[in-house]
């Protein structure tokens, strides 16, 4: 059998992983790139920056009331005497971990749900679909105050808040690839072939 070099072929090239062809698609989105720049700097800036600059973000200092920015003291000081540099670190810290776990709770029920709801089609479908309609229709504040009023304010509430009033959005994407997608030809095969709607 004559080779690629003899017949004046170049050599195959090797396949690509789907991670490697996954990152040159979200390197060429630059806005993207952006955002994860942005992501990465206020990580670490809320988990790395108080290791470097320890400011009193808990007790409160009488002689240190509403002092202007200087040294000691890069963007001043509270009226309780608590440093506004340390406060943002805190508060940074919580609205990492309150946004990225409630995103990727609300990630996760909204792509299940979407894609269940575009595969199994039918009655199925319309019933799921309606049923977001119906949550839709709920405004988020009123489902944030009740949860506050009766849960407290506390980290896992606002998280619970957060993600469960904010997946509707995403299921609808998700359905509308899912109904591309199953009538695919690769989709076909898999099923001429035995696969189970798992596995599909």
């Not at 206020?42 to 470097?52: K, N």
């Not at 890069?74 to 009226?79: A, H, I, M, S, V």
């Not at 440093?83 to 309150?98: F, N, P, S, V, Y």
Request: glycine share 12%.
């Amino acid at each position: 059998v004559p080779s690629d070099q003899m017949l004046g072929l170049a050599p195959a090239e090797k396949p690509r992983s789907m991670f490697r062809r996954g990152l040159e698609v979200f390197v060429e989105n630059k806005l993207a790139v952006v955002a994860l720049g942005v992501l990465v700097f206020y990580i670490l800036f809320c988990y790395f920056g108080p290791l470097f600059y320890h400011g009193n973000t808990t007790d409160v200092q009488m002689g240190e009331i509403t002092k202007p920015p200087g040294a000691g003291h890069p963007l001043g000081t509270d009226k309780d005497g608590i440093d506004e540099l340390g406060k943002m670190m805190k508060a940074g810290r919580i609205t990492l971990e309150i946004g990225i776990t409630s995103g990727l709770l609300a990630s996760g029920i909204g792509m299940l749900y979407g894609a269940v709801a575009g595969y199994v089609g039918g009655w199925i479908d319309s019933v799921m679909m309606r049923t977001i309609d119906a949550l839709m229709s709920i405004p988020l504040i009123f489902a944030l105050i009740y949860l506050a009023a009766t849960r407290g304010r506390t980290k896992t509430v606002f998280i619970l808040a957060i993600a469960l009033t904010s997946w509707f959005s995403l299921t609808r994407l998700t359905r509308g690839d899912t109904l591309t997608i199953k009538v695919r030809d690769y989709v076909a095969a898999c099923r001429m072939m035995g696969g189970r709607n798992v596995r599909i």
